[in-house]
């Protein structure tokens, strides 16, 4: 359980995907203007994380080096397509916003499988472990960005109005506004828990 | 198929929906390798190169196979396989072939794996293009990430010698000139191109 804890932890703080590590930004900054958005989208990189790592246990012996990417890319844009048809079937406004993105998330999904090197790992749930601490991260940053953007930016909580719309801060709804946002968000998380690129920023 | 329309969209692809900054595609290398103005233009011709090639192999593949069979919903697993075979293919013809041009097969892994590429072919074909508008608007996005990338390395040669605050040093600093540059770039927004 405490080992649990401890790889929880570094998923969501010290090795986060976005903020450590600067992976998926893409799907990030397009899928955090609303709530809604994002929280889709973080499922389905929970998911992808989750079924990745699976399969990167599964071929790691039996593929030689050249293929072994592809093929795992392949699997993962396999599960994105299911999650397209499902939205595109039951949540068609999400799916119109953010479809495009999800393809591209399967992309940098693998490469968070990779980045947290899960055949070093011995056991297998160690691996799932990893990965899904890695996914909650994901989903934890979109979330907070999300939160930000829609309520300063446009006035609304999962589409229910607070405050007037001419009072929402119109540039945080734009692709501008979300670099700015996330340039801010890492520079206050390393604030509060360091610098992870602290050697590489010395040379 | 009008010039007109053609235009249109190079236009388009080159300012008012630049890849970077309006649809986050490439944020990746836009941000590790726009240290100086050649590594610039060497990732901005490699991606440049990748998207217009990407682009005419997906949208024959648009027209001639998934249309006709109406497998439209297979779309992005088959992109996907199309442009990660034309990584592999070309990184190693360029291996063998253009030795003299080492820097660029040194970059295409990381082109695929950032996603612009992918990115591009999948709006060509969302956008309805047909071949040649889908084969412009290739190369214009690829064109219109090297202007970005190119404007960015020089802002970045100034941010080298001013203070910055100390946890801003660094990703922060560099994600948020980007957003500057980009809410520059939204004054093209206003123009429509026929």
Excluded: Q, W
Excluded at chain 1, 123 to 148: E, Y
Excluded at chain 1, 155 to 166: A, K
Excluded at chain 2, 165 to 170: L, N, T, V
């Amino acid at each position: 359980m405490k080992s649990f804890i401890n790889k929880m932890r570094e998923g969501i703080i010290s090795e986060n995907p976005v903020l450590a590590l600067l992976l998926g930004i893409c799907p990030l900054l397009a899928a955090s203007t609303r709530l809604s958005d994002a929280v889709v989208m973080g499922m389905c990189a929970i998911v992808t994380t989750l079924f990745s790592a699976l399969v990167i246990r599964f071929v790691k012996k039996k593929l030689p080096e050249k293929i072994k990417l592809l093929v795992c890319i392949l699997f993962a844009v396999f599960i994105i397509s299911i999650f397209e048809l499902l939205l595109r079937a039951f949540l068609l406004p999400v799916s119109e916003r953010i479809g495009m993105y999800l393809p591209l998330l399967s992309v940098t999904g693998i490469i968070f499988a990779k980045s947290i090197r899960f055949e070093r790992v011995k056991k297998t749930s160690d691996a799932l472990i990893s990965a899904l601490a890695c996914g909650v991260g994901f989903f934890a940053v979109i979330f907070f960005m999300a939160l930000v953007r829609e309520v300063i930016g446009n006035g609304t909580f999962f589409g229910l109005r607070i405050f007037p719309e001419e009072y929402g801060m119109l540039v945080l709804t734009h692709p501008s506004g979300g670099l700015i946002l996330l340039g801010v968000v890492i520079a206050v998380f390393r604030h509060f828990f360091g610098n992870p690129d602290k050697k590489e920023g010395a040379k | 198929m009008s010039i007109l329309g053609i235009i249109s969209v190079a236009l388009g692809a080159l300012l008012s929906d630049n890849i970077v900054f309006a649809h986050y595609l490439g944020i990746a290398p836009f941000v590790s390798k726009t240290e100086s103005l050649k590594s610039a233009l060497v990732t901005g011709i490699s991606i440049t190169l990748m998207t217009g090639i990407c682009t005419i192999a997906t949208s024959i593949l648009e027209n001639l196979v998934l249309v006709p069979f109406d497998i439209i919903y297979l779309r992005s697993v088959a992109y996907v396989v199309v442009v990660a075979m034309s990584v592999t293919v070309l990184s190693a013809a360029f291996k063998k072939y253009a030795k003299r041009l080492k820097d660029i097969p040194l970059s295409l892994p990381l082109v695929f794996s950032n996603s612009a590429v992918l990115g591009v072919c999948l709006f060509a074909a969302k956008s309805g293009y047909n071949l040649l508008e889908a084969v412009f608007y290739g190369i214009f996005a690829g064109v219109g990430f090297t202007l970005s990338a190119m404007l960015f390395a020089a802002v970045r040669e100034r941010l080298k010698y001013s203070k910055v605050p100390k946890f801003f040093e660094g990703i922060p600093i560099i994600l948020i000139t980007a957003g500057l540059i980009s809410l520059a770039f939204m004054g093209f927004d206003g123009m429509k191109f026929i």
